[in-house]
Structure formats: C-alpha cells, structure tokens
C-alpha cells in the first residue's frame, strides 16, 4: 500500500525551530509532486509549501517565506519542511500530501483536492 507518514512536530516557543519529514512507503516519491498544508482549530486547510516532480522547484506561502524551507531527498524517499523562527500563528496540524503525474510538474499550480495521498498529520505548537 502506498503510505505517507509525517514526523517531527512538536512545542515551541516563539523564534524557535522544528523540522518536518515526510516519509513515503510502497511508492517513489521522486515521481510526485508534495505539498506542505496545515489546519488551525477553526480555520480553513492551507498549503504552506510544495515541491515538484521533475525539476524540484518550490513554492512557498507568503507568510513563510524566508523561514521555511522544503527539500527532498530520494535516497530515503523522504521531503523536508525546515521550519525557522516559529511564530504562534503557525500553529497547526501539518499534513504532507502526493500528486502524481503530469500535474506534478509544476505544484504550485496545482490545488488541493488534485493530490491523492496524504499523511495523518503531526502537530506543531508555538507558544507566546
């Protein structure tokens, strides 16, 4: 079965630093586009960032950028968020989700519903 597992999140206080896998099983994650999204209580599910599947571009969010960063690395079939000077408002639920095929090629124009699978999500908390 194809799987994907996100690890690395956590509390922090403000200005500190988490870092996010994302760990792919049953598939090759060079193949695949992944995005970054979270969810606040309350709030509507957003993408933070995403990688592509052919030339590794990236996008970031407005709000994060210049703080995060996304890397893959295909020897452990595994993407990275690196998460820098850690804000309250990024407090969230942080899910990483695949899409495979040609829209994979470019994600940033890619939207949510388009990837086809998704992690169960690990928590990031930063307080005040």
């Known amino acids: 079965q194809r799987q994907l597992v996100e690890s690395g999140g956590g509390l922090v206080h403000i200005g500190g630093s988490l870092r996010l896998s994302c760990s792919a099983s049953?598939?090759?994650?060079?193949?695949?586009?992944i995005g970054w999204f979270r969810q606040a209580p309350g709030q509507q599910r957003e993408g933070v960032s995403c990688?592509?599947?052919?030339?590794?571009?990236?996008n970031y969010a407005e709000s994060v950028k210049g703080r995060f960063t996304i890397s893959r690395d295909s020897a452990k079939n595994a993407v990275y968020l690196q998460m820098n000077s850690l804000k309250p408002d990024d407090t969230a639920a942080y899910y990483c989700?695949?899409?495979?095929?040609?829209?994979?090629?470019?994600?940033?124009?890619?939207?949510?519903?388009?990837?086809?699978?998704w992690g169960q999500g690990t928590q990031v908390t930063v307080s005040s």
């Open positions: 989700a695949a899409l495979g095929g040609p829209r994979g090629t470019m994600c940033m124009s890619a939207g949510e519903n388009e990837y086809s699978y």
């Open positions: 049953g598939f090759d994650l060079d193949y695949f586009a």
């Open positions: 990688i592509s599947s052919s030339d590794g571009g990236t």
